[in-house]
């Protein structure tokens, strides 16, 4: 059961802000946010276990919403470097294996 | 130097070819993963290795078979490739499963 992003491709200025959304329909132990720029490999963002716990990494911020069992990534004043395709990795349980979802590329425009 | 190395980067074979794709990490990491990326961009895990173990098989077929001499390799070998076997294979090493991935530059493998 692999999650769903939302929203699939998303179009920035800069100083723009976005939200992308990540949602399983199967409770989670963690959720993992990876960005990947055109031809390069995955880059780790950051890892939220259950309880609710935000994060930040920089401008990028992240929460999961254990009862929705949904994630959320806040990019706040997207700068260029932010463009990519942002990704999602969901885990059920602990040490278990690692389901990405389908990615959702996001431009970001001067 | 580099964390985690995959070589080849660029791979193109013709249809029922034998090829290896080898994978090295220098992180001191316990943990190694295959993960293949099709055209659509999806992600999915093929193995995972901790310690020379594996202790995550895909669904994937027996053709593809893993092997790690030690925990810093793994190398992934492909017996009579196919078309749909085209795609980007990364490898990636973690401290243990379900912490920071830190993946390798990927190999385009090129079915024919």
């Known amino acids: 059961q692999q999650p769903v992003q939302s929203p699939q491709a998303v179009i920035l200025r800069e100083g723009e802000d976005a939200v992308i959304n990540c949602s399983s329909s199967k409770a989670l132990y963690s959720v993992h946010w990876y960005r990947q720029k055109h031809g390069e490999a995955p880059v780790f963002l950051m890892i939220?276990?259950?309880?609710?716990e935000q994060k930040g990494h920089e401008k990028i911020s992240a929460s999961f919403n254990e009862k929705k069992q949904q994630s959320s990534l806040y990019l706040t004043a997207s700068q260029l470097s932010y463009s990519g395709t942002y990704f999602c990795g969901t885990e059920w349980d602990q040490g278990g294996k690692l389901i990405f979802g389908q990615g959702t590329e996001l431009s970001v425009k001067p | 130097d580099t964390a985690v190395s995959q070589t080849p980067k660029y791979l193109v074979t013709q249809m029922g070819n034998d090829k290896s794709i080898k994978c090295e990490q220098n992180?001191?990491?316990?943990?190694m993963y295959w993960y293949k990326q099709d055209s659509k961009k999806f992600l999915k895990i093929m193995f995972s290795?901790?310690?020379?173990?594996?202790?995550i098989n895909e669904t994937v077929p027996n053709r593809f078979s893993p092997k790690s001499p030690d925990k810093a390799h793994l190398n992934l070998h492909i017996n009579s490739l196919e078309l749909g076997d085209s795609a980007v294979y990364f490898c990636?090493?973690?401290?243990?499963?379900?912490?920071?991935?830190?993946f390798g530059q990927g190999t385009r493998l090129t079915v024919v």
């Open positions: 939220l276990l259950k309880g609710g």
């Open positions: 290795y901790n310690n020379k173990e594996l202790i």
């Open positions: 990636a090493s973690s401290v243990r499963v379900g912490t920071e991935a830190f």
């Open positions: 992180l001191g990491h316990d943990t």
